[in-house]
Structures are given as structure tokens and as C-alpha cells.
């Protein structure tokens, strides 16, 4: 299984690539860790995609669908392009449950939220 975490930021929305996915979570408290040495970090996380809105209106109308937990056009589209093809090996890790349940209903995702996905997005 493939992990990927959606990071929403006022400059656009960012797909990041975890490597070890399973051992991440049996190794939580290195996590917790790493996350304070960037060389660990990126050996870890690397940057899949980057989608910056064209706008500020249009950031303001995106993040204000994330905290209603509406998939936004934008969202929809920057996943259905960035997110690997098989549905079954690839998972979403986002900070909201909210959103996490919209995109499982909306685009068949696989999603999961606390644990490490929190510590990879702090």
C-alpha cells in the first residue's frame, strides 16, 4: 500500500509521497522524531504534487469547501491526476475527517487520518 498525504495551505494543495508505510506506524515515536531532522524526514516524504490556486478567491473557495468537508472541483481534479491508478494499493492521509469521508464517498479512496499521517502534515 502506497501512502500519500493531501497538506492544504493557503498557496495550494500538495500530495506527498511516504515511503514505509507500514513501518511508520509500528514506529510512531521515531516518526514523532524524525520529523525534527530533515534528512531523516525526506528520506522518508518527498513532495508527488503541487497544485497552487490561481487566485485568492479561488484559495478562499477551496479552503473553505476542505473545512464544510466538500470535495471542491479543484481537489477533485488535483487527485484524480496525481493519485496513482489503482485505487486498491494507493491510500490518502488527510488532517480532517470530514474531508477524509467526502473523498472515500466522492472518489473511492481509501483514507486515513491521525497517527502518523498527523505527525508526517506537524
Known sequence: VVLHVLFEHAAGYA????K?????GMLLPQVE???LNIGKFNSMVSLAAFFPFK???????NINAISEGVVHADLRLFLETNM????????????DTKIGAALQEELGL?????GAVAEILR
Do not use: C, H, N, R
Not at 514505509?20 to 511508520?24: F, S
Not at 481509501?110 to 491521525?114: A, K, L, V, Y
Open 15 to 18: 500530495l506527498f509521497a511516504v
Open 20 to 24: 514505509e508505510v507500514e513501518e511508520i
Open 33 to 35: 522524531a524524525s520529523v
Open 55 to 61: 487566485s485568492a478567491q479561488a484559495a478562499l473557495e
Open 84 to 95: 496513482p491508478d489503482s485505487k486498491k494499493k494507493a491510500m490518502l492521509g488527510v488532517s
Open 110 to 114: 481509501s483514507i486515513q487520518t491521525g
